[in-house]
Every structure is written in C-alpha cells, then in structure tokens.
C-alpha cells in the first residue's frame, strides 16, 4: 500500500511540474547540475526511443499503403442524363 501512495505522489508532482513549462526548465536544470551523468544518461535513452517510435511508425505507415497528408476519397457516381449525380 505505501509503494502506491509514493508512486501516486510521483505521478502527482510530475504532472504538476509538466503543466508549467518553466517549473520544468528550473526542475531539469537542477538536475542537470546536481546530476549530470544520469540527466545525460536518460535525456539519451529518451531522445532514443522517440526516433526509434517514429521511425517504425513511419515505416510501417509507409509500407501499409503510402503516405497521404490529406485523402478525399468519394466513390464514382455515374453522371445522370438530368445533370445530377445518380446513386
């Protein structure tokens, strides 16, 4: 029970540093001064996982059918004879 109320807490104030950016400019520059190998360390292995994520969703996009930035795909109706579209 104790290790979910301090993981709570974590949770708590890492979502209240993230909701002002400069609470966590002045959180991360503390770190990185008091902390800089394991600031280094983990700003790599997130950078890291980011391309990694992007690159195979990219890659998967690409290979499921292409990119399209915008797609309008509207079925071909057949011109009526009283200058509408018939179903």
């Given at each position: 029970?104790?290790?979910?109320?301090?993981?709570l807490?974590v949770?708590?104030?890492?979502?209240?540093?993230?909701l002002a950016?400069a609470?966590?400019?002045v959180v991360?520059?503390?770190?990185?001064?008091?902390h800089?190998?394991?600031?280094f360390?983990?700003?790599?292995?997130?950078v890291?996982?980011?391309?990694?994520a992007?690159?195979?969703l990219?890659?998967r996009?690409?290979?499921?059918?292409?990119?399209?930035?915008v797609?309008v795909?509207?079925?071909a109706y057949a011109k009526?004879?009283?200058?509408g579209?018939?179903?």
């Amino acid at each position: 029970m104790t290790a979910v109320i301090v993981a709570l807490a974590v949770l708590a104030v890492a979502g209240w540093l993230c909701l002002a950016p400069a609470r966590l400019a002045v959180v991360g520059a503390a770190l990185l001064i008091t902390h800089p190998l394991p600031t280094f360390v983990l700003t790599a292995v997130a950078v890291l996982g980011v391309t990694v994520a992007g690159v195979r969703l990219t890659r998967r996009s690409l290979r499921e059918g292409g990119w399209y930035l915008v797609t309008v795909q509207r079925p071909a109706y057949a011109k009526s004879r009283a200058g509408g579209v018939a179903s």
